[in-house]
Each structure stands twice: as C-alpha cells, then as structure tokens.
C-alpha cells in the first residue's frame, strides 16, 4: 500500500474522520463565511450607525479646527472681515512671532502652575471626600451627594457672583471675618490687586466647580473594591494608609488617571471664570493660554495670531489627549 493510499484510507477511522475534510468542502466552507448576506450586513452595521455621529463631529469639530489651522497661516484682521478681502498668507510668520514672544511663554509658564496646582487640589479633594462618602451613613451619602450635584449643576454666572460676593473689597464676607481676628485688618482689602491672590481665587473658583465630578467618579469606583481583598489585608496586619496603598488605588487607579487627564485638558482651558472675574477686562497678570488667545484674536483683533496660539495650545495637549485615550482603550480591552 502506498503513502497515497494510506492518507486516503486513514481519513475515515471507526467512523470519524481524522484527517482534512476534502478541499471542495473547505471552499465552500469558507467562502460561506465570507458571503452570506447574514456576514455581510453583521460587519456593515456597525459603521452605518456611527455614520451620523462621525458626520456631526466633522462638522462640529472637524472644520473648525481645520478652519483654525488654515486662518493661523493667514493675516486676517478686522478689515478683511469688513470688506469682505481674503487675507493674505504669511506663511509661518505667526508662529515665529508668538515662539519668539516672551509673554507668550510667560503666559505658558503661568498656565502651567495654575493648571497643577488646581489638579492636585482638585484631586485630593475629590479623593478625600469620596473616601469620607464611604464612611458616613446612607442619609449623610445622600446628602453629601444632593449637595455636590446641585454645586455641580450651578450655572459659571450664578458661581462667579457667589464668590465675587465674598471676595468683595467693600462688602466681602471674607473681609469681615478676617477682620474680627486679632491684630488684622482686611478693610476694603482688595485681593485683585495682586495677581497671585487675585489668580488663587479664581483657582479656587475653578476647584470648587470640579471637585463634585472627581468626588463622585471616585466614589462609584471604590463601591467596585472587593471588600474581601481589605478584610484579607487587616488579617495580615496592614493599616489605613497601607491597605488604601496596596489594595484600594490599584482598584481605582484606572478612574483616578482618567478624571486627572480630564481635569488637566478642562483647567487648561479655563476661560469663562477669568473673564467674568475680572468684568470682561482681565489683566496682564490673569492671562493663561486659552484667555491669552482670545484676547488676542478678540481684543488685539489679530485673528491670525489668536487662531495660531490656539494651535499651539492643542499641540502642547495632544500629550495628554493621547494619555487619556490610551486609558481608555487599556479599559476597554480589561472589560
């Protein structure tokens, strides 16, 4: 008996067979698979139902942006919006003109300690009360939780009053506490005089708005730490800070590393808090990057300038962008 013959004979052995089903049976297999109508509308629906949503974000987003990048290599000043005239192109003398600007980089510099330093307060707090959520009893949580929501859904107009009120150099509630201490004096004290006072009032602004999400998010994700992982931790000796090192954060690291990335992109971008703070005319001392380009764009009426500023904005948080989506396709492919 042959090999061949061997090979032939052997597929079929007590009734099963053991070897490759016949080569016409695998192509149609196959083919099968990669035809049916069934196959067909399985992989095309998917993309017909993000179809709407990508159209609305190209229009919503994607030619702005595109819009913004093509003005920044233009010099397009109010005239040419009166009269109608395409600006002229210039190229990349925008952006050597702002790189090559020390207040731009000032303004940078500023951005950067005003953007850490209302992170890391924003994130302690938000942690240190969705630890306490944890240890209150269910109407404390509820109330806790009805409190943040309603701070949270505060319109910016009706917060900015509420600390301008209390900041007041007239009529300031802060004043007038501070001025009943012994030996102080805060009479008609004006902290906007001073632009670090006047900028840590405003980042207080800031962290008091953000804090309701980060303490919230925080919450629901210690409600996920098994509670038999810390019971097992006490039982081989670990305390407080060490069971919240070793079993809690692992858990809720995920959360923690997006709502961080979400508040470094947000705070970056903080606008509306300056603005109104300063009654429409903020000073050189309360410029960050996302004011400095409007001011530029709407005060300077240098359109072009403002819209390269912005660019450059992006860039420098496409770091973070690419970060936090990072976190989220590490999510996606845990769950």
Request: charged share 15%; proline share 5%.
């Amino acid at each position: 008996m042959s090999a061949a013959d061997t090979h032939a004979s052997g597929q079929v052995t007590g009734g099963r067979p053991i070897g490759p089903p016949p080569a016409s049976h695998r192509s149609a297999t196959k083919g099968s698979g990669r035809t049916t109508p069934r196959n067909r509308q399985s992989r095309t629906l998917p993309y017909l139902l993000i179809t709407p949503a990508l159209l609305i974000m190209a229009g919503v987003l994607g030619y702005p942006l595109v819009d913004t990048i093509v003005l920044s290599f233009q010099d397009e000043r109010r005239n040419n919006l009166w009269s109608g005239t395409a600006p002229p192109w210039v190229g990349l003398d925008q952006y050597t003109s702002v790189l090559g600007d020390g207040e731009f980089w000032g303004v940078v510099v500023r951005t950067v300690v005003f953007v850490v330093v209302c992170v890391l307060l924003t994130m302690s707090l938000g942690l240190l009360l969705a630890l306490l959520m944890q240890r209150v009893s269910n109407w404390m949580r509820i109330t806790m939780s009805s409190v943040m929501i309603a701070v949270w859904a505060m319109p910016l107009l009706v917060a900015t009053s509420v600390f301008k009120f209390m900041f007041d150099s007239d009529y300031g509630l802060v004043n007038q506490l501070l001025t009943r201490l012994p030996g102080v004096d805060y009479t008609r004290h004006n902290w906007f005089l001073n632009g670090t006072s006047g900028m840590a009032i405003i980042a207080g602004l800031v962290i008091w708005g953000a804090i309701p999400f980060i303490a919230i998010s925080l919450h629901a994700a210690l409600t996920q730490v098994p509670k038999e992982l810390e019971e097992a931790a006490r039982i081989d000796g670990a305390r407080g800070i060490g069971i919240f090192r070793f079993v809690t954060f692992p858990v809720i690291k995920p959360v923690f590393v997006m709502t961080s990335t979400l508040s470094v992109i947000w705070d970056f971008g903080v606008l509306g808090q300056i603005l109104l703070m300063r009654n429409g005319h903020p000073e050189q001392d309360y410029q960050v990057l996302g004011l400095y380009s409007y001011t530029q764009a709407f005060t300077v009426n240098s359109f072009s300038r403002g819209a390269a500023i912005s660019v450059i904005t992006v860039l420098l948080l496409s770091g973070v962008s690419v970060y936090y989506l990072r976190q989220l396709l590490k999510i996606g492919e845990v769950e």
